[in-house]
T-cell receptor
Framework: ETGVTQTPRHLVMGMTNKKSLKCEQH?????MYWYKQSAKKPLELMFV???????ENNSVPSRFSPECPNSSHLFLHLHTLQPEDSALYLC???????????FGPGTRLTVL | KNQVEQSPQSLIILEGKNCTLQ??????????LRWYKQDTGRGPVSLTI?????NTKSNGRYTATLDADTKQSSLHITASQLSDSASYIC??????????????FGAGTILRVKS
């Protein structure tokens, strides 16, 4: 295990639901990331938090709302998603922004 | 445009055989290049990292090479095992003043090792 955990591992939700993804890292890292991974496509960086402050938002739709209450926890709040948002959502952390990233196992999200 | 292209898209080999995966990139400037292994249902795990001045880096049966002049890297797997079945992702780090480093990901090569 990499020291980064994600819950839930699988999530099925309707377009009108509200759900949240959780990520926790036990590595003492200061940077945390959300990625979207769709089949046969490169990982897409969504958000970056550095020392609890959001430093990057790569034009992600507002139906995805991140939250970083402390340097060990990262959430991704979901509401009114679309079927094309179905993907594997990966959380990662690193000691500092430029360092090697350690990934969690991901949450497989299906939007009906 | 900064891009990372990987080939082949997928590969099937017999257990015990060797294989080589390719990564071509147009990222410039360049900080380092990493190879990640992603098992089904898991997140990517770093295998190797190489800077501009390094030509080769090994991690057990995995050997990565880098030619910074031609902007090519390869990952060679020796004596493959069933557990090598995974997606292998090439990631190039691109320094950006505002963010430190920005990672450019390839789409990955899916390797399947058969018995």
């Amino acid at each position: 295990e990499t020291g980064v955990t994600q819950t839930p591992r699988h999530l099925v939700m309707g377009m009108t639901n509200k759900k949240s993804l959780k990520c926790e890292q036990h590595l003492g890292h200061n940077a945390m990331y959300w990625y979207k991974q769709s089949a046969k496509k490169p990982l897409e960086l969504m958000f970056v938090y550095n020392f609890k402050e959001q430093t990057e938002n790569n034009s992600v739709p507002s139906r995805f709302s991140p939250e970083c209450p402390n340097s060990s926890h990262l959430f991704l709040h979901l509401h009114t998603l679309q079927p094309e948002d179905s993907a594997l959502y990966l959380c990662a952390s690193s000691r500092i922004r430029a360092d090697t990233q350690y990934f969690g196992p991901g949450t497989r999200l299906t939007v009906l | 445009k900064n891009q990372v292209e990987q080939s082949p898209q997928s590969l099937i080999i017999l257990e015990g055989k060797n294989c080589t995966l390719q990564c071509n990139y147009t990222v410039s400037p360049f900080s380092n290049l990493r190879w990640y292994k992603q098992d089904t249902g898991r997140g990517p795990v770093s295998l190797t990292i190489m800077t501009f001045s390094e030509n080769t880096k090994s991690n057990g049966r995995y050997t990565a090479t880098l030619d910074a002049d031609t902007k090519q890297s390869s990952l060679h797997i020796t004596a493959s095992q069933l557990s090598d079945s995974a997606s292998y992702i090439c990631v190039v780090s691109h320094p950006i003043q505002q963010y430190g480093n920005k990672l450019v990901f390839g789409a990955g090569t899916i390797l399947r090792v058969k018995s």
